[in-house]
């Protein structure tokens, strides 16, 4: 917290003399600090699986929301972005100030209908300009294993702008609860899917398929358990042989 509130006041200052992909790259060493201080501190480290699988372009990336890790390495898990987030983040001093800067499209999420015209102009508009847009469909975290229906903006985004959806899926959840402050050592799995096609189709289906994908790969996935040692067989009696 204490690196975030200084930074953002850096942050804050350099961006007037900064175009976007400078702060962008100014987010991003925001974020690989804190990360690296994860590593160190809670044994906590991540893998990414599937980069390959980003499309050429700019487009709509869906991400799985459990914990506050992936609002913090969005920044490095994908190009320059801006993202969806509830407005009242901007009232922060400085903090809010920085993400005002970075161009997040700032809803009300109690505005129902009017928020999701607000992503859809102003998404076309950051797409036009060449970001990509990230957005938390289920709006809220969740716990591990659960989920909620997801938002329509993203999938009405991309059938709009003829963009693909871009599914991300992890297991954040698992390691760093959205309640409390102890998390658990391991590797977080972040897996980047196929992009699916939104022009041309129905959104509601568009998103079913998003959100299908994501929630079958955020399961935990801790690995193999160790294989047991063998069991020593006892030495023969060679007495009882003859």
Not at 69 to 85: D, F, M
Not at 185 to 198: D, F, K, Y
């Amino acid at each position: 917290m204490l690196w975030t509130f200084f930074y953002a006041i850096f942050f804050v200052v350099a961006s007037i003399f900064l175009p976007f992909r400078g702060r962008f790259a100014l987010a991003r060493v925001w974020a690989r600090v804190i990360l690296a201080v994860l590593r160190w501190t809670c044994r906590l480290d991540y893998r990414v699986e599937g980069r390959e699988r980003l499309p050429p372009g700019n487009h709509i990336a869906l991400i799985k929301h459990s914990s506050s890790w992936e609002t913090i390495a969005q920044a490095l898990l994908l190009p320059p972005h801006v993202w969806v987030l509830k407005r009242e983040l901007i009232w922060i001093p400085f903090v809010g100030w920085g993400i005002r800067q970075l161009r997040a499209i700032a809803v009300d999420r109690g505005a129902g209908p009017a928020a999701v015209r607000d992503v859809i102009e102003q998404g076309k508009a950051r797409l036009a300009e060449g970001e990509w847009i990230v957005i938390f469909p289920e709006g809220t975290r969740m716990p591990p294993g659960e989920t909620r229906k997801y938002g329509i903006s993203g999938a009405l985004l991309a059938a709009e702008s003829g963009r693909l959806i871009v599914p991300v899926a992890h297991d954040s959840g698992y390691y760093w609860p959205r309640r409390g402050l102890w998390k658990k050592p391991g590797t977080i799995r972040v897996i980047i899917g196929p992009a699916i096609v939104a022009a041309g189709r129905n959104p509601r289906e568009v998103n079913a398929e998003a959100q299908s994908w994501i929630e079958e790969h955020s399961t935990h996935s801790p690995g193999p358990a160790p294989t047991p040692a063998p069991t020593p067989t006892p030495a023969k009696d060679h007495r009882e042989e003859t």
